[in-house]
C-alpha cells in the first residue's frame, strides 16, 4: 500500500541535543512538507521541498534543518537552537504542479527532557 | 498573504444533529479549498476540496462543503453528525497560480459529540 510513514512515534530530546524526524513516503510524489503542530493551533509550514536535491524554508524554519538527497525521503532535524521544540511534527507530500492535494503522515510527537 | 479563518475554536452537537463548521479565506482569486480531519494523536485526513466548478462539493464520510465567494467561505456541514466525527478538522487555502504548493492552515476546530 503506498504511503506515507514517520519515526518514531514518540521522540524524547535532551537538553542541547539534536534529534532527526524520519519521513518516508513510497507515493511517487516529487514534493514533501514539515508542519508543527502545537495544542489549539492550525499547522505551520517548516520546511518545504518540490524536487530532489532541493528545500525551501517556511514560515518557522529556525532551529530546524533538512535534507533531500532522495524522492522518498525528507528528515527533520530538530536542533538545539530550536528552543521550544515540545510539539507535534506532522509530514506531507503531494504531486509537484497543480491542482494541490497534501496527504499527511501519522505524526511524531517530540517531548523534551 | 492568504489566511484561513475558523471562528470557533470548539463546537458541541448532539449525535444525530446537523453540523455547520465556518471557515473564512482571505486571498486575492479564488483559491483552492480543503477540509481536513485529525482524530487525536493522528495525522490529517482530506474530507474535501474545491478547486472549481460546482460551488457545492461532497466528501468522504456524508460531509458537503459550499464555496460562497461573496463571503469568502467555504463552510463544511453534515445533515447528522455520528460520535465517530468526533475530531479536529482544519480548513486550508492554497493558492491557484502554479506558483507553488503552499498551503495556509486554520486554526482549527474541535468537535465534540454529545450521545
Known amino acids: 500500500d503506498g504511503g506515507i510513514t514517520q519515526s518514531p512515534k514518540y521522540l524524547f530530546r535532551k537538553e542541547g541535543q539534536n534529534v532527526t524526524l524520519s519521513c518516508e513516503q513510497n507515493?511517487?510524489?516529487?514534493?514533501m512538507y514539515w508542519y508543527r503542530q502545537d495544542p489549539g493551533q492550525g499547522l505551520r509550514l517548516i520546511y518545504y521541498?518540490?524536487?530532489?536535491?532541493?528545500?525551501q524554508k517556511g514560515d518557522i524554519a529556525e532551529g530546524y534543518s533538512v535534507s533531500r538527497e532522495k524522492k522518498e525521503s525528507f528528515p527533520l532535524t530538530v536542533t538545539s537552537a530550536q528552543k521550544n521544540p515540545t510539539a507535534f511534527y506532522l509530514c506531507a507530500s503531494s504531486t509537484d504542479g497543480h491542482p494541490e492535494t497534501q496527504y499527511f503522515g501519522p505524526g511524531t510527537r517530540l517531548l523534551v527532557l | 498573504a492568504q489566511s484561513v479563518t475558523q471562528p470557533d475554536i470548539h463546537i458541541t452537537v448532539s449525535e444525530g444533529a446537523s453540523l455547520e463548521l465556518r471557515c473564512n479565506y482571505s486571498?486575492?482569486?479564488?483559491?483552492?479549498l480543503f477540509w481536513y480531519v485529525q482524530s487525536p494523536g493522528q495525522g490529517l485526513q482530506l474530507l474535501l476540496k474545491y478547486f472549481s466548478g460546482d460551488t457545492l462539493v461532497q466528501g468522504i464520510k456524508g460531509f458537503e462543503a459550499e464555496f460562497k465567494r461573496s463571503q469568502s467561505s467555504f463552510n463544511l456541514r453534515k445533515p447528522s453528525v455520528h460520535w465517530s466525527d468526533a475530531a479536529e478538522y482544519f480548513c486550508a487555502v492554497g493558492p491557484n497560480n502554479n506558483a507553488g504548493n503552499m498551503l495556509t492552515f486554520g486554526g482549527g476546530t474541535r468537535l465534540m459529540v454529545k450521545p
Open positions: 521541498s518540490q524536487i530532489v536535491n532541493d528545500f
Open positions: 507515493l511517487n510524489h516529487d514534493a
Open positions: 486571498y486575492g482569486a479564488t483559491p483552492y
